[in-house]
């Protein structure tokens, strides 16, 4: 039985800050850790924060052991620290971890960082990811016959999903096409020239069945959020974002272990944070979900219950999630156009915080009152979805 | 094994090491528990559904179908760089687990397969010690 109705943050804990760091795009010139610090400055300088008030670290990466890297090198000394690095859907998940920690009183203060050079650090000597431990299951069974990168997965359940329910290339291209519109709207987006339909379906093959122009960007990115007590959020600079509900799901890590290859975790998240904020998917006013590829926002709108399985294909038809459309989606543009520097999950917070609060500028929604944020990460493995909402 | 292999290559733990002496025989063989009476891919000493330890191993019939596929344009290790575009794939063998593989002597396009296609196992020697199952259209 799931209980998450009986748990539940309800009101009291706040996103007070959000931003990203000072360049982002291609940014050879910084490293890592910079880009983690300048966001967290950005950040609390958004809340109206100090980096002395911050009393819980959180982030998911770089290296072993990464909230020990990032407050060593921020200079702080958290009584609480949480590592949880699970994908791209991390920092979703961190806020839920630090709302947790919020909430009984652990802490005061969360800050969650990333930072990340996903495009530069190709280039850098000594670079890459660490080695994998030659017995464990993904270096026995997987890397024998070939793993390029996340492609290769979310390729293979796309093709799933397009043999079980006649999902078409078509159906996702809509998805790269609306998201580009959104970009065009943003100025901080990498891709901002306007694409059709046609031009995503005649862009080359990376693993079939996607082309190029359904695959995310790879870019160098940071961004930080500040979550306080909703007590607290009251004094600061900007209107708070309240915390109305999460969920947190993982279910594999392995393809060949993934239970269905045509849901995703948010089957399981999605439900749960909508519970616990009491809230209808009909009342949600803007919804922001990780788009590593066209298949993933597709299948997680099924996921999380805004259509049923298999329908997705039909429900982003026509444009609808386009600026002007009935169902703004990735409304800065997604890892699509805006940005995606390898674990993408801060940057769908950071707009979804915007939105709420209505920064937004060209690309705001109107009213949006409530958001629907949704991380995914590994291979469709872990999810965390978020309800937010401000007065 | 004339010439060189530039693959990555499996190495057998205390746990899959049956596996691979089965491969090595051209023979697909897995864990099975014996509570949940079925097999269960990838090896571990206990049984992934129900966590019990009383398993034992069984040959499978190495038939099955592709679950699902990708076909890949680019190669991010050397090893692949005179096979693009070739096929990772997802085959659920006929006792029920599915397994990470290639299919291999596809005539014509790649992006002609489908899924739910009926394989059967195929071993390729890669070393003297490993022998890879990959599938083949039947």
């Known amino acids: 039985m799931d209980d998450q109705e009986k748990a539940g943050f309800f009101r009291q804990v706040a996103i007070v800050g959000a931003d990203e760091c000072d360049e982002i795009g291609i940014v050879p010139h910084k490293g890592i850790l910079q880009l983690h610090a300048e966001a967290a400055r950005n950040a609390l300088d958004d809340a109206g924060l100090a980096l002395s008030d911050v009393d819980g670290m959180f982030t998911a990466g770089p290296g072993w052991s990464p909230t020990l890297q990032m407050a060593e090198y921020l200079g702080i000394k958290p009584r609480y620290t949480d590592s949880t690095s699970v994908g791209g859907s991390s920092f979703v998940i961190h806020v839920e971890h630090a709302a947790a920690a919020i909430a009984t009183g652990l802490i005061d203060v969360a800050l969650i960082t990333h930072g990340e050079s996903g495009h530069s650090n190709r280039f850098r000597p000594g670079s890459g990811r660490p080695s994998m431990d030659p017995w464990f299951p993904m270096s026995q069974f997987e890397l024998p016959y070939h793993v390029g990168g996340a492609p290769t997965h979310y390729a293979m359940a796309c093709m799933r999903h397009m043999h079980q329910y006649g999902t078409t290339h078509e159906q996702l291209a809509e998805i790269a096409v609306a998201t580009r519109k959104w970009a065009m709207l943003n100025p901080k987006a990498m891709m901002r020239d306007p694409i059709s339909i046609e031009d995503v379906l005649s862009s080359r093959w990376i693993t079939y069945p996607f082309h190029i122009l359904d695959c995310c960007l790879v870019t160098d990115a940071g961004g930080a959020v500040v979550v306080t007590s909703a007590k607290r959020a009251k004094d600061l600079k900007k209107k708070p974002v309240y915390v109305l509900g999460s969920g947190e799901a993982t279910t594999h890590q392995t393809i060949s272990a993934m239970p269905d290859l045509t849901t995703t975790p948010a089957a399981l998240s999605g439900p749960r944070a909508f519970a616990m904020a009491g809230v209808s998917h009909e009342e949600i006013d803007v919804v922001e979900v990780y788009d590593s590829f066209t298949y993933t926002a597709l299948v997680t709108l099924e996921a999380l219950g805004f259509c049923k399985p298999g329908e997705g294909g039909a429900f982003v038809s026509g444009q609808r999630t386009a600026p002007g459309g009935d169902f703004p989606m990735n409304t800065n543009g997604g890892g699509l156009s805006y940005t995606h520097p390898g674990m993408y999950g801060m940057f769908i917070l950071i707009e979804a915080v915007r939105q709420l609060r209505g920064e937004c500028g060209e690309r705001q929604v109107k009213d949006a009152k409530l958001a629907c944020v949704n991380g995914t990460g590994g291979t469709l493995s872990s999810t965390g979805t978020l309800i937010l909402g401000v007065d | ?138």
């Open chain 2, 1 to 138: 094994m004339t010439t060189e292999y530039k693959k990555p290559l499996p190495t057998p733990s205390p746990e899959s090491k049956r596996y691979w002496e089965g491969c090595k025989k051209h023979e697909l063989w897995l864990p099975y528990c014996k509570i949940c009476e079925k097999p269960y891919f990838y090896p571990r000493d206990f049984c992934p559904t129900c966590f019990s330890w009383d398993i034992e191993w069984r040959k499978m019939s190495g038939r099955g179908t592709i679950y699902t596929f990708g076909v890949h344009y680019r190669h991010f290790h050397p090893g692949w760089a005179e096979e693009v575009p070739y096929v990772t794939a997802l085959v659920q063998l006929e006792e029920g687990p599915r397994i990470y593989t290639n299919i291999v002597g596809v005539d014509g396009d790649p992006r002609n397969l489908r899924c739910d296609m009926a394989v059967e196992v195929v071993f390729e020697d890669v070393s003297d010690d490993i022998s890879l199952p990959k599938f083949r259209l039947v």
